[in-house]
């Protein structure tokens, strides 16, 4: 999911020379190849996540489009007056993308689990929140992130999560996704918590149960349209995420 997210920003890149991608010592042997095509629009600050959201804030605030990358906690809760004051405060269009959703990184510890960031990012004004599921849902979240005139946080796996045989133009911004259709309940999943959905609706089915399965990629806008369809339509709703219930 994190090469799909590059190579993509590389691909917009090469059509637009004010986008820029910032990183605070980290994504080593995903960023170098933007790093090696724009390097005079690369910027490792080092292990200065409050100072990398800072200069990227400056950079769009002078008409630039910052991308900034790093480990979820570390670019959410460790910058998050930096992002609160001088991103979100003064709508600057800048992308923070996070990776390790939820226990990507369950070896490293409590300080590598990205579990609080999507309750603690919403709470921000003017701020999209994002969870894509896979490489192609990472496609469309960066692009439209890239086309807004504000700020967009992308929640990113470290793999490439569930496979997909939606097209990339049949995503629309703020809208929720179906992937699998059901008669009698609904999952609606955030994130690599797809994967576990689609899963679950499997092992249902052989039990006779039919259940339908959605991916949320845009917590804030929520799609407020379809998550009402899906109450009226079906008398049991799921949430399948991958975080702390609080603002969930």
Known sequence: MRNALIESLCELAEDDPDIWLLTADLGYSV??????????????????????????AGLALSGKRVVIYSIINFVTMRCLEQIRNDVCAHGASVVIVGVGAGYSYGAQGYTHHGLEDISVMQALPGLDVTAPANRIESVAVLRAAMRRDGPTYIRLEKDAGVPSLMPLTGIKQGRMICYRQGEQAAIVAVGGMLAEALGAAQQLEAKGLSVAVWSCPWIVPFDKTTIAALSQRYEVVLTAEEGVVSGG
């Open 31 to 56: 960023l170098e190849r933007f790093a090696e095509r724009f390097p005079e629009r690369f910027i490792n600050v080092g292990v200065a996540e409050q100072n990398m959201v800072g200069v990227a």
